[in-house]
């Protein structure tokens, strides 16, 4: 079973520039997540989706990230403009979400944003 | 005050020891307790999670939580030099609530 996939691995840009990631969750995985993970730190998380939805996206950033789930699989993360403060690793993960149950968290590689 | 407390390190440790990692936390709502592991340059793996109280056991990792402390364990028995990584550990309230991080834990076995 493919894991989740995140392109690009590693961006570098200059500040003010804008940047985009991208998601692939496991097949079949309805819940998608993502983190942003600095230096020394543990993951936080942006956002989430059930499907298509935004079920929590209170720490995501809204005046420069901004994030869609098209179909309910794929999605994007979009920082415009970048500052030097978003330099960090940012995670994807997906769970299938049940509620009687535990949902693991599958995580993918990350993207390394460096902003100089 | 951050939801979730954890020792950073770094941990050093020779091949074989015995490992104690701990976190503490201040939400007592928190029901699901899990460690993860993360490699150099690769996205955090579940090792194992506890649903409330007591301990779990998988292999050479046991897992203890004592919620009347607010306080999860890690142990590892015979450390490996493959087990050199960051273990973070994570807690959630419930089924589909978000997850809340420490900092991580960085361990070196040395062979």
């Known amino acids: 079973e493919a894991g989740v996939v995140q392109s690009p691995r590693y961006k570098i840009i200059e500040k003010k520039q804008p940047v985009a990631f991208w998601c692939n969750p496991i097949?079949?995985?309805?819940?998608l997540y993502w983190y942003r993970q600095n230096l020394g730190q543990g993951p936080e998380l942006l956002i989430r989706?059930?499907?298509?939805?935004?079920?929590?996206d209170s720490q995501l950033p809204k005046d420069r990230f901004s994030a869609e789930r098209l179909k309910g699989v794929d999605s994007t993360l979009k920082i415009q403009p970048a500052e030097l403060g978003d330099s960090a690793v940012y995670l994807c993960?997906?769970?299938?979400?049940?509620?009687?149950?535990?949902?693991?968290?599958?995580f993918g590689p990350g993207t390394r944003l460096t902003v100089l | 005050q951050k939801e979730v407390e954890q020792d950073p390190g770094p941990l050093s440790v020779p091949e074989g020891a015995i490992v104690s990692l701990n976190c503490t936390y201040s939400?007592?709502?928190?029901?699901?307790f899990m460690w993860y592991r993360q490699y150099s340059r690769k996205g955090p793996e579940l090792l194992m999670y506890?649903?409330?109280?007591g301990n779990k056991e998988d292999g050479r990792f046991t897992a203890q939580v004592d919620k009347s402390s607010k306080y999860i364990s890690l142990f590892i028995r015979d450390s490996q030099p493959s087990d050199s990584a960051t273990y973070l550990c994570?807690?959630?309230?419930?089924?589909?609530?978000?997850?809340?991080f420490g900092t991580g834990t960085s361990l070196t076995v040395i062979p």
């Open positions: 994570a807690m959630s309230a419930g089924t589909g609530n978000q997850f809340y």
């Open positions: 097949s079949g995985h309805n819940t």
């Open positions: 506890t649903y409330s109280s």
């Open positions: 939400n007592s709502a928190f029901q699901y």
């Open positions: 989706y059930e499907n298509e939805e935004a079920v929590d």
């Open positions: 993960a997906s769970s299938l979400l049940r509620r009687s149950s535990y949902n693991e968290q599958f």
